[in-house]
């Protein structure tokens, strides 16, 4: 959608949209929000595109088609990491994301129409993809479709943000008219009272005056005539202690904001605004609550439409790693790899590939070993199996 659609949509079927019109409600109810919302994207899309997609056929892992598609170049012109972007964006604001494959390749619609039946395939008309539309109706079997919630979320986000945002703006409104000053001018000001000398006379105060409070100014000065007198009637320079009004209030119902939209997209608020105390347990739920699901979610509907229920059933299916997203502690990864090797639980190749390394091409790297230690549960102390 071009900017002007999507201004468009916010503004109705007006033919004619000012500037003023457009910027005012965009610095207003778009900014605080997109800045949260795409922020949340960012992390989403960045976390699953550290995950590996693994390939498997009957059993064993193997690197074929799928896997250079779905981890290098999904097609031509976008790289696996733009292509999980653009996917997680499509998701988050859309609730919906459409995936086609042509000439062995996969892109990310921009739009499409959904036409849903009960007892065949749905159908997809109308794709968009990079401002060109496809005249193919494509069939369920033949897209990849991704639905991320029951309800669109983005619409309860948007809800919430129509009084907040008016909030927002009465807030900062409010700091304007505290923090602003104002200059009682008491003197003799009998004159003729026509239009053009009272515009001279403000253009008078109003052009010194602003030279006078610019900050920017190393000196100035202010032709004060005699008989006149100066009121500072700022509310700063009048109200109580308790009354003072700051940034840090403004700064808040925008935190306030950040924190309504961590929720809905179930991002800890501390992950989404950088803070890094107690980060090991922040990431533990945000891998639990957003991006497992996504990834299972990927890993089902790619399941069911590259592979047919034969050949998953004979384990030949692909799988999403979330486990790469956490950096590895050596120090903690140790005792546990020790521990999970002794048990056969582990292959050297396994421990490797846990670290990051490459795995080495020798057949001893793929055995499994356990400790003289361990005996089966079922046989008497010190007995044999048969």
């Known amino acids: 959608m071009g900017f002007i659609h999507w201004a468009r949509s916010l503004f109705g079927n007006k033919k004619e949209i000012s500037l003023k019109e457009c910027f005012f409600d965009l610095g207003i109810d778009y900014f605080y929000k997109k800045l949260a919302v795409d ?11 550290q995950c590996e997609i693994q390939t498997f056929e009957k059993g064993v892992e193997k690197r074929g088609e799928n896997h250079y598609l779905l981890n290098v170049q999904p097609n031509q012109n976008q790289n696996a990491t733009e292509f999980m972007h653009s996917l997680v964006s499509r998701l988050i604001y859309e609730n919906e994301c459409l995936v086609v494959m042509q000439d062995e390749k996969l892109y990310v619609a921009d739009d499409f129409e959904r036409v849903e039946f009960a007892f065949k395939d749905n159908l997809y008309k109308n794709v968009v993809i990079n401002e060109l539309k496809l005249d193919k109706v494509f069939h369920e079997k033949d897209v990849l479709y991704l639905r991320l919630n029951d309800k669109k979320i983005m619409s309860v986000i948007d809800g919430m943000y129509e009084s907040l945002g008016k909030l927002l703006v009465s807030s900062m409104n409010f700091y304007k008219r505290k923090n602003n000053k104002r200059i009682l001018i008491i003197g003799d000001f009998l004159r003729a009272q026509d239009e053009e000398t009272q515009a001279a006379i403000d253009e008078m105060f109003e052009s010194q005056l602003k030279n006078w409070f610019d900050p920017n100014k190393e000196g100035t000065a202010f032709q004060m005539q005699e008989g006149y007198t100066f009121e500072d009637k700022s509310d700063s320079s009048t109200a109580g202690a308790g009354n ?35 980060i ?11 991006v497992n699901p996504i990834a299972e979610l990927i890993q089902d509907e790619f399941n069911r439409k590259m592979y047919t229920k034969k050949e998953y059933l004979e384990r030949t299916y692909l799988k999403v790693d979330t486990s790469k997203i956490k950096i590895v502690d050596l120090s903690k990864f140790a005792t546990a790899a020790d521990k999970l090797f002794a048990i056969g639980g582990f292959t050297i190749n396994d421990i490797l ?34």
């Open 353 to 386: 590939r846990e670290l990051g390394r490459e795995p080495i091409d020798s057949d001893w790297a793929n055995y499994r070993y356990v400790t003289k230690n361990y005996e089966r549960a079922d046989l008497p102390r010190g007995g044999e199996s048969d």
């Open 39 to 49: 922020t949340c994207i960012d992390l989403i899309a960045n976390a699953l595109a």
């Open 280 to 290: 090991e347990n922040q990431i533990d739920s945000f891998l639990m609550f957003r």
């Open 244 to 278: 003072n009004n700051t940034s840090r209030d403004f700064a808040g119902l925008v935190e306030d904001v950040f924190n309504y939209i961590a929720m809905a997209l179930h991002v800890p608020r501390g992950l989404l605004k950088g803070d890094v105390s107690d």
